[in-house]
């Protein structure tokens, strides 16, 4: 099982790894987890060593997705990612990017979706700065968070469906 830490914490323990083992880092919200995000970490994992997950903070997830966004909290979120197998750091960042947080980290290899390129990666410029090596992992068809709250809105708002319990 994985452990969510503090920034400084993380560089203390990834410090006697470097050299040894290949850090691979990813970032995301990670709300409402689901099987897309386990295959999706699942594959992250295998690019190295030592992956290290980097949650969006709630304010942060609130700024990208909305503000009835995240559903789930973020220590929630941080301790289920940890969970996984997979996984064996998690943490936290504030900002709307993971760039801040790759400067120090300084992983081999980062890791996202599919959905994104060279091009359209935001922290392109950061990783290319550091020598990071870029991999785009595949993504899961029809499994995300949007597409889980989706079905449940629809499941919720479908007349005559819904339970008369009350009576």
Known sequence: MGEVLTKEQLLDRLAPMRGQSSIVTTNGCFDILHVGHLRYLQGCKRMGDVLVVMVNSDA?????KGP???VVNESDRAELVAGLGCVDFVVLFEED???PLLEIIKPDFHAKGAQYN?????EMAT????????CFVPMVENRSTTSIIDSIQ???CQPGELSNSGK
Do not use: F, H, W, Y
Not at 127 to 134: C, D
């Open 118 to 122: 060279e091009d359209n990666l935001p």
């Open 68 to 70: 009835k966004r995240p």
């Open 127 to 134: 990783l290319r700065k550091i020598g990071a090596k870029v």
């Open 97 to 99: 990017t993971p760039e």
């Open 154 to 156: 629809q499941s919720l």
């Open 60 to 64: 942060s997830v609130r700024r990208l």
